[in-house]
């Protein structure tokens, strides 16, 4: 396959429109179609089932969208990794993305760890929105990253386990629920007048409800001490908190487990150093 049919076949694919896809991809309908079909006629598999009205993967197609993403991935993680180290003069640094807000006591114990190190290379740290590092990780905007299970995937990536712990209701200090030792998530979520905040999804846009649309965690913290929202936060969020704000553990909670993860096939020595650092800790 090329990489041209397979940007072809997943912009279909998502898109679920051979016209929108086209206008996606800046080309005519009737290429695309054509282009889809030889593609089907190669693999010996039908990837879409086809109306008048509607497309629908098949399961061929689902694996194809799956895989396709990948390879695409790879490919711009190497082009984007290939020009960066062309770029630096001498070692490049090393990018380490994690979500903005999380395991900021952790973070900066790894960094200060692996700078005591002999030869450690420079770190570049990127903060970002919630589900962005994993996808920043696949694309070669980074070399490695802090992730949290269960909330991102690690699938196709190498990783250790760095803390594994529980979750806490953030209401507003003096709110009556934290008096409480103890709450569960249906306690959480039928609060009235604190609803849970709507993260962005992958495509960037919020799904339905009563919360409110927050983009990182300062919002979110804000929101709550204002007294319009409350949240679940993994407990070690304690360490952010100010003023105006209480936490309150939730039995029910699923534990989050925080890793490092990197791709499978690198072989960056000051990276496996960094690993090895993290580890320790």
Same mark, same amino acid.
């Given at each position: 396959?090329?990489?041209?049919?397979?940007?072809?076949?997943?912009?279909?694919?998502?898109?679920?429109?051979?016209?929108?896809?086209?206008?996606?991809?800046?080309?005519?309908?009737?290429?695309?179609?054509?282009?889809?079909?030889?593609?089907?006629?190669?693999?010996?598999?039908?990837?879409?089932?086809?109306?008048?009205?509607?497309?629908?993967?098949?399961?061929?197609?689902?694996? +194809?969208?799956?895989?396709?993403?990948?390879?695409?991935?790879?490919?711009?993680?190497?082009?984007?990794?290939?020009?960066?180290?062309?770029?630096?003069?001498?070692?490049?640094?090393?990018?380490?993305?994690?979500?903005?807000?999380?395991?900021?006591?952790?973070?900066?114990? +790894?960094?200060?760890?692996?700078?005591?190190?002999?030869?450690?290379?420079?770190?570049?740290?990127?903060?970002?929105?919630?589900?962005?590092?994993?996808?920043?990780?696949?694309?070669?905007?980074?070399?490695?990253?802090?992730?949290?299970?269960?909330?991102?995937?690690?699938?196709?990536?190498?990783?250790?386990?760095?803390?594994?712990?529980?979750?806490?209701?953030?209401?507003?200090?003096?709110?009556?629920?934290?008096?409480?030792?103890? +709450?569960?998530?249906?306690?959480?979520?039928?609060?009235?007048?604190?609803?849970?905040?709507?993260?962005?999804?992958?495509?960037?846009?919020?799904?339905?409800?009563?919360?409110?649309?927050?983009?990182?965690?300062?919002?979110? +913290?804000?929101?709550?001490?204002?007294?319009?929202?409350?949240?679940?936060?993994?407990?070690?969020?304690?360490?952010?908190?100010?003023?105006?704000?209480?936490?309150?553990?939730?039995?029910?909670?699923?534990?989050?487990?925080?890793?490092?993860?990197?791709?499978?096939?690198?072989?960056?020595?000051?990276?496996?150093?960094?690993?090895?650092?993290?580890?320790?800790?």
């Amino acid at each position: 396959m090329e990489t041209r049919e397979l940007r072809y076949f997943v912009a279909v694919a998502e898109e679920l429109h051979f016209g929108r896809a086209a206008d996606r991809l800046g080309i005519a309908q009737p290429p695309l179609s054509r282009a889809i079909q030889r593609l089907e006629r190669r693999l010996g598999a039908t990837l879409l089932d086809r109306t008048n009205r509607t497309i629908a993967l098949t399961e061929a197609g689902a694996v +194809l969208l799956r895989e396709g993403r990948a390879a695409l991935d790879a490919i711009e993680a190497a082009d984007r990794r290939t020009r960066r180290a062309a770029a630096a003069a001498g070692r490049p640094p090393l990018v380490l993305v994690t979500k903005a807000g999380a395991s900021g006591e952790l973070l900066a114990k +790894l960094l200060d760890a692996y700078a005591a190190e002999p030869g450690a290379a420079a770190v570049d740290v990127v903060l970002c929105g919630p589900g962005e590092q994993e996808r920043m990780l696949r694309d070669g905007r980074a070399d490695v990253a802090l992730l949290h299970t269960p909330f991102d995937s690690t699938a196709g990536l190498d990783t250790e386990e760095l803390l594994t712990e529980g979750q806490v209701a953030v209401l507003p200090a003096g709110h009556p629920l934290t008096t409480r030792p103890h +709450l569960r998530v249906a306690d959480v979520a039928a609060l009235p007048g604190l609803p849970l905040p709507r993260w962005p999804r992958s495509d960037g846009t919020y799904s339905d409800g009563p919360g409110p649309r927050v983009r990182d965690h300062v919002q979110l +913290l804000q929101l709550i001490a204002l007294g319009r929202a409350s949240a679940v936060l993994p407990e070690s969020c304690r360490t952010q908190l100010g003023d105006g704000l209480a936490t309150v553990p939730v039995l029910d909670a699923p534990t989050v487990t925080t890793v490092i993860a990197w791709p499978p096939h690198s072989r960056s020595l000051p990276l496996a150093d960094l690993v090895r650092t993290a580890t320790r800790l």
